[in-house]
């Protein structure tokens, strides 16, 4: 009896070291994380969240946890940043360390990480140091890209002219014109906005970008394994990236039958030269799945963020008439009514361009940006973030930001104007995100918001069917994206 006491006792002493050390390896792995809410078990803290609404949820939970704080998405654990500051001090100070791309399953299971968006490590500065040079000897940044979004944008005043006044919804003809300055580049060519291939593709794009957004898909962002099972809306976001990525295919085999390695037409050229001067290493990056995936995030990026950026901005200038009608005055001032406004356009207009900005800021189009990762063990304002933890900087209280912005729940251009009416630049301003991960086609999407905006602007007038103060300019859906209420209006020949 005796001998049988003291095993248990030796036993129990044994499980009680056991519990000990795996508990102080878990609190090594954990780090010293920002306070957040106490999570449950699979739930994590979902049930303090509003689906609808997430951005408004975390807003709340950064009132009483601080600027910084831990949140558990399921069974992810998530560092929320909120405020100018934090994000500030994230992105662009501790650049490096920020610079890891979080999780997004929803993306991820169709892209299996061999793309540009969700790439981690070298695979990831390889792809994007590629895209970004071919991207610029493809034109963006220079004259030969403006003649391409110029040309775009009077095909889109003639289709514009055509409704002769006519209440029309803008949404899938701003996409077909905006697809089409990245099909040029990606593709080599433009489509007719009557093609049924690129009616289809468009519309594939829109939908998946509404879904990815909604309560479906920030669900199986959650809980991908079971959402992986269960039946619902969101399993068409990868019936439409299947069709998205067989459409792309099909253009990777039409060039490489007409391929010729000593004059590369476009993105994918370049791509097919890449993948035959390293076909024999058993290390590339460059292959077929890599060059599917990267132009995909090409194709959906370069049409959907910029036209729900256009249709935000159109919503809101029929919101606010006087603000219209400034852009109006200055368009005929500086460009006139007559000649093709130009990128040299924009430092001459001050007041357009603080309103594209505005639109940007007060639209939000990527509210909560896209997740990033610590890339290794990082100190952050007194904390120790594990390498690997996920990141969420909530660029929309970037955006909100009382400290940055005047007045930020109200659309004001005053907010990117100085007192003397020139142009302010704003480091608050970060539509773009910042630091390593900023969207690599910035320069391009900030050149196509000011011609298509100034051109359309130069020709018409946006009137509403409703009077300005019963438009409802707040999100259909808001979560990765937050997507406009559809709407129809007048495009009034001035």
């Not at 292959?287 to 995936?293: I, N, Q, R």
């Not at 219209?324 to 356009?345: F, K, L, M, T, Y």
Request: aromatic letters at 10%; hydrophobic letters at 40%.
């Amino acid at each position: 009896m005796e001998l049988t006491t003291a095993m248990l006792l030796w036993l129990l002493l044994g499980l009680s070291c056991l519990v000990v050390c795996l508990h102080r390896k878990g609190q090594q792995k954990r780090g010293c994380l920002p306070p957040g809410p106490r999570p449950l078990p699979l739930l994590g803290n979902l049930l303090q969240l509003d689906t609808k609404d997430m951005v408004k949820s975390l807003l709340k939970l950064s009132e009483r946890y601080g600027p910084v704080y831990t949140l558990h998405l399921g069974s992810r654990r998530v560092v929320v940043l909120c405020g100018y500051q934090a994000v500030k001090e994230a992105l662009v100070d501790q650049a490096e360390e920020f610079s890891g791309r979080g999780d997004l399953p929803v993306v991820f299971r169709f892209t299996q990480g061999n793309d540009i968006v969700l790439s981690n490590g070298e695979k990831w500065k390889v792809l994007r140091r590629f895209a970004l040079q071919t991207l610029r000897n493809f034109g963006m940044g220079k004259r030969s890209l403006e003649q391409r979004i110029q040309q775009e944008a009077r095909c889109l005043v003639q289709e514009l002219a055509q409704m002769q006044a006519a209440p029309f919804d803008p949404t899938f003809l701003i996409s077909r014109a905006v697809s089409n300055v990245i099909c040029s580049i990606v593709f080599g060519d433009r489509f007719e906005y009557q093609d049924g291939s690129f009616l289809t593709l468009v519309s594939l794009i829109n939908q998946n970008f509404q879904l990815l957004s909604s309560l479906w898909g920030q669900m199986y962002n959650i809980f991908p394994g079971p959402m992986s099972c269960v039946p619902g809306p969101h399993n068409r976001i990868f019936e439409n990236f299947e069709q998205l990525r067989l459409f792309v295919l099909e253009r990777v085999k039409m060039h490489q039958e007409s391929f010729d390695p000593s004059c590369p037409r476009d993105f994918i050229d370049c791509f097919l030269l890449k993948m035959e001067q390293e076909n024999q290493d058993p290390l590339s990056y460059f292959h077929t799945e890599t060059l599917v995936m990267t132009t995909h995030n090409l194709f959906f990026a370069g049409t959907e963020t910029v036209s729900t950026t256009l249709r935000y901005g159109f919503v809101l200038l029929m919101k606010y008439p006087e603000i219209q009608a400034r852009v109006h005055a200055e368009i005929d001032q500086v460009i006139g009514r007559h000649r093709s406004p130009s990128a040299e356009d924009r430092s001459r207009m001050p007041y357009t361009d603080a309103v594209i900005h505005e639109v940007q800021r007060f639209g939000d189009v990527i509210p909560m940006g896209v997740p990033h990762a610590v890339t290794q063990d990082t100190h952050f304002r007194g904390f120790l973030i594990p390498e690997g933890t996920n990141v969420l900087p909530l660029l929309s209280s970037v955006h909100n930001d009382p400290t940055q912005f005047k007045d930020p729940a109200t659309f004001d251009p005053a907010h990117f104007l100085d007192p003397s009416g020139g142009f302010r630049k704003c480091d608050a301003f970060m539509a773009f995100s910042t630091g390593k991960r900023i969207c690599l086609g910035e320069g391009l999407a900030r050149m196509e918001l000011f011609l298509f905006f100034t051109s359309l602007l130069q020709r018409f007038a946006f009137t509403p069917l409703v009077r300005p103060e019963d438009i409802d300019i707040s999100p259909l859906v808001s979560g990765l994206g937050n997507v406009p209420r559809p709407y129809e209006f007048r495009a009034v020949p001035r």
